[in-house]
């Protein structure tokens, strides 16, 4: 029983002394300061794009608010203080003080602390703005060179990309080849290709990301140039007199071939010679020869030429006995005396069978 009557004036003493407090409370004497209902919140935002620090206060009262960036008044009360004041503005209502920025630029970025300044002090809370850039390549180099929409390099060369890029965060850089079945990534920003190539002749693409949107790439088309491949499709060719024939040499050039010719005794031949493209760096040289003389037996040479160097090769035309006029390229040869040779061996062979039947 008296630990109860004990307990309850204990109770009834908190109460008074809590009344007591109260009313000194409303007083005046100890006024609640103003605060921040919650605490100013960091920004990133897209260099250009606006942004807006948040300053949310309680029990205001008459305090005094004001922003500072990096310890630099920006505002008090109403009035932007800096002299770019033009791109800000305040919403100073009720419970808030927000500062906004109607277009960043790089160097708005910074700390920014609201200050609320009362009688008997002040308060602060504070939050950073972050300005992003997005990813830009900014050079783009081969073998130390700035490149344009194309590069050209001698194949057997070592050969270096380099690619860098700016922006906020700073950009992550990769290069990738582009294929009509899909695409090959190399994981940095510089690749490099020792003895390059002709294989590796293609459209090249630089793409900087940052997670800052968009991306950006820059291309370039990379050729392999080479020493151009020339070889006889035949390097002995048989034909008969007055008969017709003709030479072939499969050419791969790259630069395209600036000279493509035939010659004979170092003499230059045009007439019956044409190049056939088949699509892309190759073809064939051909000289026609339409009625086959006794001079035109012999060396000939396929000469082609880009800006890389001149190759050649050569073909020997060698004389069989006559066909039947009406038989141009025919199988079977009459050697007289009512003995007919078959062509179906090697003609080196043959033509030593020839020889030896006409004698
Ligand atoms: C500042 O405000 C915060 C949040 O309202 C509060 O917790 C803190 O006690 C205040 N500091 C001062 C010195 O008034
Ligand atoms: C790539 O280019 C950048 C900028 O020009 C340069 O600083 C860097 O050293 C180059 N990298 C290589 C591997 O050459
Ligand atoms: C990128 O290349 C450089 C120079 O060749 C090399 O030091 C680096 O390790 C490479 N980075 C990656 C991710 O492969
Ligand atoms: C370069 O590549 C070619 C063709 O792949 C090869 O024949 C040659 O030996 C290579 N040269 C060097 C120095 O590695």
């Not at 050649?312 to 050697?335: C, F, H, M, Q």
Request: net charge positive; hydrophobic share 35%.
């Amino acid at each position: 029983m008296g630990l109860l009557q004990l307990h309850a004036r204990t109770m009834s003493r908190l109460v008074a002394t809590t009344i007591l407090l109260c009313l000194w409370v409303n007083s005046g004497h100890c006024q609640q300061n103003p605060g921040f209902a919650s605490p100013v919140a960091s920004v990133d935002t897209i260099v250009g794009q606006p942004a807006i620090l948040r300053c949310t206060v309680k029990n205001r009262g008459d305090a005094r608010l004001s922003w500072v960036k990096n310890s630099i008044p920006v505002s008090m009360g109403n009035d932007i203080l800096l002299a770019d004041k033009n791109r800000m503005s305040l919403i100073n209502t009720g419970r808030q003080y927000d500062l906004h920025i109607t277009k960043t630029v790089l160097e708005d970025e910074g700390t920014y602390t609201c200050v609320i300044y009362f009688s008997s002090g002040y308060n602060s809370s504070s939050g950073d703005l972050t300005i992003l850039v997005p990813p830009t390549v900014q050079s783009m180099t081969v073998n130390g060179q700035e490149v344009g929409q194309k590069v050209v390099v001698e194949e057997g060369t070592d050969t270096l990309f380099n690619c860098t890029a700016t922006g906020k965060p700073v950009p992550n850089v990769i290069w990738k080849k582009l294929g009509k079945h899909g695409s090959v990534f190399f994981q940095n920003s510089t690749v490099l290709m020792s003895n390059v190539s002709r294989t590796a002749s293609g459209r090249y693409s630089c793409l900087a990301s940052n997670n800052v949107s968009p991306t950006h790439n820059r291309v370039v088309d990379f050729e392999v140039h080479y020493v151009p491949t020339v070889t006889p499709r035949r390097s002995e060719v048989m034909a008969v007199l007055r008969g017709r024939t003709s030479l072939k040499c499969d050419v791969d050039a790259l630069p395209a071939a600036t000279q493509l010719d035939w010659y004979k005794d170092n003499r230059k031949i045009s007439l019956g010679r044409r190049y056939e493209s088949t699509g892309g760096t190759t073809g064939t040289l051909v000289l026609e020869l339409a009625d086959v003389r006794d001079g035109d037996f012999g060396e000939y040479i396929c000469r082609i030429r880009n800006s890389v160097a001149l190759r050649e090769a050569s073909i020997t035309l060698y004389e069989v006995a006559t066909l039947p006029p009406t038989t141009p390229g025919y199988a079977e040869l009459d050697v007289g005396s009512g003995h007919r040779l078959s062509c179906t061996c090697i003609t080196v062979l043959w033509m030593i069978l020839v020889t030896l039947i006409l004698q």
